[in-house]
């Protein structure tokens, strides 16, 4: 029997979504950015939840879009790139908008989709181990969504560096840049993400919460739906240019690429 691609468990108060595709590095595809989308809904329609971690299966936390997803999205017409693009966008703003607090536990390497997945979460524990990055330019491709989400989080300078180089960054840079909120032992993650999320369950009204995070995110954010609507065009349409072809191709049979 197949194992589900994102596992749902609730237990005092906290609701633990774990991406269950260890065998894939938990690479994102079509149908797990949807699964994780149903998981968040499910998550904050249930009236047993407050808190919600986000967490995978396996030594990677995600790493990023997965070979035959890549490929598919070559052979898409630009409507069903767009049509996929608004699929991830769901995906990120059904986290960032959800009315309980999010907590992110990356136990492992956090790359391109997967870096994004983690910036849009509340909080951010990662193991000292983990490495950060927002590679896509490196394959010819834009991080057009995730950077409405990071230019809220750090500066523009920081932002820039992070996207236009691709390179990858260790959890202590990805702390000082403010990306993520604490840095922990491995060995001691589990024990200190529950018991944050027990702080919040037990010392916090779950309605100041909701208040409260949408307070940020309306304040800090008041042109983010006009910026995630440009970024799912420019997310299309990329995806028909040569050099997405290029990049992807490279990719996919590792070789080194030559731009």
Known sequence: MTEPLVLYTVSQRIATISINRPEKRNALNS???ARLTAAFVRASEDPAVK???LKANGTTFSAGADLAYLQQLQQNSYEENLADSENLKRLFT???YLPKVVIAQVEGHAIAGGCGLATVCD???AVPEASFGYTEVKLGFVPAIVACFLLRK???TIAKKLLLTGILFTAEEALSYGLITFVTKKEEISLN???FALSLCNEASANSLMVTKQLIGQTTNPELDNCLAAAVQLNASVRETED????VAAFISKEKINW
């Open 244 to 247: 997405f072809k290029k990049g």
């Open 154 to 156: 750090t500066s523009e």
């Open 31 to 33: 149908e797990l950015v």
């Open 123 to 125: 909080i951010v524990f």
């Open 51 to 53: 808190v919600v971690i």
């Open 94 to 96: 059904t986290i960032y």
């Open 193 to 195: 993400v529950n018991n």
